[in-house]
């Protein structure tokens, strides 16, 4: 299948972080989290083409990412409180690659396809908020990280 024909069969909308996406749960189970409640979980399809990025952000929940087709996908996962980096290869079809990627709530992270498309399903917990989400760009100070450590990975912001 191309790009446009599983946007077009999942019914994906762009993501404002770079993308295609769309919710596929959201938990009737209601948690209470940083002082507001929220869904236990929430899941969406998330697919990258060769084009786009998933821009260094920051989610105030744990995430994992789940391959599913096409290219494999370079997830990047930094913590700014240690400066430690992590590079996933997404993929089920190489002997470097690995089906899944977890990135640790307050984590920055950003992504993007190695070929045509990367189709994978994020699942956030407890849910996902949009007003619990921030580029890295609107961070106090994220800049200190791009010209050190993440210098190389400067090009996803």
Do not use: K
Request: include cysteine; charged fraction near 20%; charge should be negative.
């Amino acid at each position: 299948m191309t790009a446009a024909q599983l946007i077009a069969g999942l019914g994906l909308a762009p993501h404002p972080e770079g993308g295609w996406y769309r919710e596929l749960f959201r938990s009737p189970h209601r948690v209470l989290s940083a002082a507001r409640e929220r869904s236990a979980l929430t899941a969406i399809y998330y697919l990258l083409e060769a084009d786009q990025l998933s821009r260094w952000h920051v989610v105030d929940s744990d995430e994992s990412w789940h391959f599913h087709a096409g290219a494999p996908l370079e997830l990047a996962v930094y913590s700014p409180a240690t400066r430690e980096l992590a590079a996933y290869r997404l993929d089920c079809n190489s002997e470097n690659g690995q089906p899944v990627g977890v990135v640790p709530a307050f984590a920055w992270q950003a992504a993007r396809s190695t070929g045509d498309y990367s189709l994978v399903s994020c699942c956030v917990g407890p849910g996902f908020e949009f007003r619990d989400f921030r580029f890295v760009v609107e961070v106090d100070g994220h800049q200190a990280h791009f010209d050190g450590p993440l210098r190389d990975l400067r090009g996803l912001l």
